[in-house]
Nanobody, 123 residues
Framework: VHLVESGGGLVRPGGSLRLSCAAS????????MGWFRQAPGKEREFVAA????????YYADSVKGRFTISRDNRRNTVYLQMNSLKPEDTAVYYC?????????????????WGQGTQVTVSS
C-alpha cells in the first residue's frame, strides 16, 4: 500500500497550491480519504475529508471557503486545492485512507497514511 503526496512547496501569503495524493495497493474507490496537517510542536489536525464516492466533503473551520478536496477514482488520486494561503497554514500535509461509509474527521479510523509533503507560507 502506498499513498504518495506531492505539490507542496514555498508560497507567499495569499497564494495557492494544489496537493495531490496518489494511491496504490488497495481499492481506492472503496475508501474515504482525508487530508491532515501537522505544524512543528503541534498535534496532527484534520483539514478536509471526502466520501468514497466523492459526493460528500467536510472541512475544518480554519480552511473552510479556502480549501477544496476532490478525488478522481479513475486515477486513484485525491487532491487538495489550497487558495488564499496564510502563514498559519504552514505544516506538513498528509493524506490518509479509511474504510468508512461517509466522511471521517478523526485520525483513528484512517488505516493508511502517506509520508507527507511540506507546505510553507511565508513572504
Amino acid at each position: 500500500v502506498h499513498l504518495v503526496e506531492s505539490g507542496g512547496g514555498l508560497v507567499r501569503p495569499g497564494g495557492s497550491l494544489r496537493l495531490s495524493c496518489a494511491a496504490s495497493g488497495f481499492t481506492f474507490s472503496n475508501y474515504a480519504m482525508g487530508w491532515f496537517r501537522q505544524a512543528p510542536g503541534k498535534e496532527r489536525e484534520f483539514v478536509a475529508a471526502i466520501r468514497w464516492g466523492g459526493g460528500s466533503t467536510y472541512y475544518a473551520d480554519s480552511v473552510k471557503g479556502r480549501f477544496t478536496i476532490s478525488r478522481d477514482n479513475r486515477r486513484n488520486t485525491v487532491y487538495l486545492q489550497m487558495n488564499s494561503l496564510k502563514p498559519e497554514d504552514t505544516a506538513v500535509y498528509y493524506c490518509a485512507a479509511a474504510i468508512a461509509p461517509g466522511v471521517v474527521v478523526t485520525t483513528t479510523p484512517y488505516r493508511y497514511w502517506g509520508q507527507g509533503t511540506q507546505v510553507t507560507v511565508s513572504s
